[in-house]
């Protein structure tokens, strides 16, 4: 099978509002690759190792590479993606000098190619990613999340995602019932599982997501502990009164959520009224940008700002709400 390749050279800051609109465009798989020249630093803390070579792509940009089915108007798909860039900065990104570049290329072409850059990789303390096509052995204190992400999603080393994770390290002491909005892979709602929780709801509104996070759960031994669906938080708390006994019913002790700012501000007060007093929020997928705007919308509905913990150029909140006047003390 054939495929059309879109690769659209943009600033980082803006990747994943492209990535975004590449999937609402139609998109079968996004890949992104970021900068990698000599003297941009690599974070080494838990001694991490980089197999992805150097690259000469510009100084920060990020290639998004996006596939699209033989069938589909690749004209039409460059001309509503460009009006969309050029209208970036109406919601505070900029995705700079950005061309989009089309070609064709074969189904093993791509499928497969993006793993050889996926190695084990060490994200806090205790958690450590593996593919699962590659042999590692662990440490008797490492806790490993196998994953096999597909093209459809990130391989969980994005600093939005690895700001999760190291605040869900941080929130869970154990036995916490958890929801994960816009679960994506899976790859928190079995980050939280790894860490102590005692139950997970992973929730996204793409049906591809919902099959892949099923299938990586699987692959950790958690789908008796882990329910997928295919809903939004405010789906949820609607059918919050249907029986699902082995099932996380709200309200629940932490919610988690990393995606993009403009849908963090839309269900803020969702979260609230999913909580139970004393709860905690974890969001990210936040550019620095948009920091104010939802800390601002967090402190409105009546949360505290419990933390704020970054990496690069993203930020993620920790919120807390706040315990019942019986429950304080």
């Keep these: 099978m054939r495929w059309h390749e879109l690769t659209i050279l943009a600033t980082e800051p803006s990747q994943e509002m492209v990535s975004h609109y590449l999937y609402e465009l139609g998109a079968a798989g996004v890949s992104i690759e970021e900068s990698w020249t000599e003297d941009k630093p690599r974070d080494t803390s838990l001694g991490q190792w980089y197999d992805k070579p150097l ?16 069938e589909t108007d690749v004209e039409s798909v460059v001309k509503q993606l460009t009006a969309l860039l050029e209208g ?135 789908q008796d502990d882990v329910e997928v669906k295919l809903s939004d938080l405010l789906g949820i708390l609607r059918d919050s009164g249907i029986d699902r006994p082995n099932g996380v019913k709200p309200p629940v002790d ?29 969001a990210s997928g936040i550019y620095k940008n948009k920091e104010q705007d939802v800390e601002a919308g967090l402190l409105a509905a009546g949360f505290e700002i419990v933390d704020k913990v970054r990496q690069d150029d993203w930020v993620a909140f920790v919120a807390g709400k706040p315990k019942g006047d019986d429950e304080e003390g």
């Design 254 to 282: 932490l919610v988690v959520a990393n995606i993009l700012a403009e849908i963090i501000l839309l269900f803020i007060a969702d979260v609230m009224e999913v909580l139970k007093p004393g709860g905690i929020y974890i």
């Design 55 to 70: 690259n000469n792509i510009r100084a920060g940009y990020a290639e998004i590479r996006s596939y699209f089915a033989d």
């Design 88 to 222: 970036l900065p109406e919601f505070g990104y900029d995705a700079g000098e950005f061309t989009i570049a089309a070609g064709e290329v074969d189904d093993e072409d791509w499928a497969d190619s993006w793993k050889k850059y996926f190695k084990p990789i060490q994200v806090t303390e205790k958690l450590t990613i593996k593919p699962t096509w590659e042999e590692y052995e662990a440490r008797p204190e490492e806790v490993i999340i196998e994953l096999d992400p597909g093209m459809a999603f990130g391989t969980g080393t994005h600093p939005t995602t690895v700001l999760c994770l190291k605040t869900l390290e941080g929130a869970i002491s154990g036995g916490e019932e958890v929801i994960d909005v816009g679960t994506g892979s899976g790859i928190l709602a079995i980050g939280a599982m790894r860490l102590g929780a005692k139950r997970v709801l992973a929730l996204d509104l793409d049906p591809v997501a919902v099959s892949s996070a099923t299938e990586n759960i699987k692959l950790n031994g958690l």
